[in-house]
Nanobody
Framework: QEQLVESGGGLVQAGGSLRLSCTASGRTFSAYAAGWFRQAPGKEREFVAATGRNGLRSAYADSVKDRFTISRDNAKNTVYLQMSSLKVGDTAVYYC????????????????????WGQGTQVSVSS
């Protein structure tokens, strides 16, 4: 079973940057697509970004496109989310997840298509 641990969250001013990391404990990380989701207080969890098994394909929510970049290093069993030009509205708990699904940008936006989840890391953006 894959265990995922996120890190890198924190408090940042609007316009700033953060990089989240998610490290997997299993030996099959490279066989999974990986994604980031977030959940703000009082809101449902929403898709942020996803990348395929080798990192060559990616998908983004419109709200983060051109500001966030997802990447992965399979040798380190780690997926990253580089966040720039952060806005107050980006404040949320960020979760990483991995999926056995064959890559499809549409499928990767749904949290029901992911098999393993991390515990989340808090990102707070102040004005």
């Amino acid at each position: 079973q894959e265990q995922l641990v996120e890190s890198g969250g924190g408090l940042v001013q609007a316009g700033g940057s953060l990089r989240l990391s998610c490290t997997a404990s299993g030996r099959t990380f490279s066989a999974y697509a990986a994604g980031w989701f977030r959940q703000a207080p009082g809101k449902e969890r929403e898709f942020v970004a996803a990348t395929g098994r080798n990192g060559l394909r990616s998908a983004y929510a419109d709200s983060v496109k051109d500001r966030f970049t997802i990447s992965r290093d399979n040798a380190k069993n780690t997926v990253y989310l580089q966040m720039s030009s952060l806005k107050v509205g980006d404040t949320a708990v960020y979760y990483c997840a991995t999926s056995r699904r064959v890559w499809s940008p549409t499928l990767m936006t749904s949290d029901s298509n992911y098999n393993y989840w991390g515990q989340g890391t808090q990102v707070s953006v102040s004005s």
